[in-house]
């Protein structure tokens, strides 16, 4: 993937991100990081077309992401937030049955061969046809990213997936995320699991009060060259 920020500020009462310019090409998996409210979510929404920021270029591939380009930009890509967002009124199968039918126009019978394809592939089917209420947090989880990636998006976003879970279901979803790597899929992932990220990440963002303080490949980690990181690092051990 290639991601291009060019002073890119965004404010809600105060400034949260603050002039961020940033050049990543050529990598598969992004890890951000950095301390609680030092805008990572938000960054993640900016890049992914969910909000906007009020100064400075975004583009992640081709696209420049703005208010023209989001409706087919947004087709092209998968998100997953910290909390699953799947509809609750319906069960498992039916939440990817519903994108497939709705956004991809497929067939109902090709759209059910593929929500099988993919539940089995994250170890939900058993659970298919239960409604998220009635499954573990893991388990919605790895529905969600099933149901992300249901479009084939090229290019996945997770917004820590993991936080609203304990340690076992983590684990779980952390091994379904390992999966996307196998499956050839880009990603950028916001997280505090920085024992998962050194595996998963070919390039780290450190982010510190919605400034890129450090970026690069996995040697930044081993040795940072700020002072930020480094104590951030320390805390995280
Ligand atoms: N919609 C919003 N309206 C107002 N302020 C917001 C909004 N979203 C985030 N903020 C503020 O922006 C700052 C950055 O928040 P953000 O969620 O991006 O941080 P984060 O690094 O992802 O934090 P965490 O790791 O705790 O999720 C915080 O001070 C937060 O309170």
């Known amino acids: 993937m290639r991601i291009e920020l060019q002073q890119v500020t965004k404010k809600y009462d105060t400034c949260v991100l603050k002039n961020l310019n940033l050049l990543i ?4 998996a992004v890890g951000i990081m950095g301390a609680s409210g030092c805008g990572k979510s938000t960054l993640l929404r900016q890049l992914a077309g969910i909000e906007f920021p009020e100064e400075g270029t975004i583009k992640v591939n081709d696209t420049v992401v703005n208010r023209e380009t989001v409706q087919a930009y947004q087709r092209e890509i998968g998100v997953v937030f910290q909390k699953h967002s799947l509809f609750p009124h ?20 090709a759209a059910e061969l593929k929500a099988s394809g993919l539940l089995d592939q994250f170890h939900l089917t058993e659970q298919a046809d239960k409604l ?7 388990q919605a ?25 304990d340690p076992i279901l983590t684990g779980e979803v952390l091994e379904a995320i390992t999966e996307l790597k196998h499956l ?12 998962f990220l050194k595996k998963f ?37």
């Open 141 to 165: 989880q790895r529905a969600s990213i099933a149901r992300a990636l249901c479009t084939e998006p090229e290019l996945l976003f997770l917004d820590e997936p993991t936080a609203a879970l």
């Open 25 to 28: 090409e050529d990598k598969k």
């Open 201 to 237: 990440a070919d390039y780290f963002v450190f982010m510190d009060e919605g400034e890129i303080v450090e970026h690069g490949p996995a040697g930044l980690l081993e040795s940072p060259e700020t002072k930020k990181l480094a104590a951030f690092l320390r805390r995280e051990e």
């Open 132 to 138: 998220p209420r009635h499954v573990s947090g893991g």
């Open 184 to 195: 050839g899929k880009d990603c950028i992932f916001v997280t505090h699991e920085i024992d």
């Open 90 to 109: 319906l069960t498992l199968r039916k939440n990817i049955l519903l994108i497939l039918e709705t956004i991809k126009r497929v067939s109902p019978d």
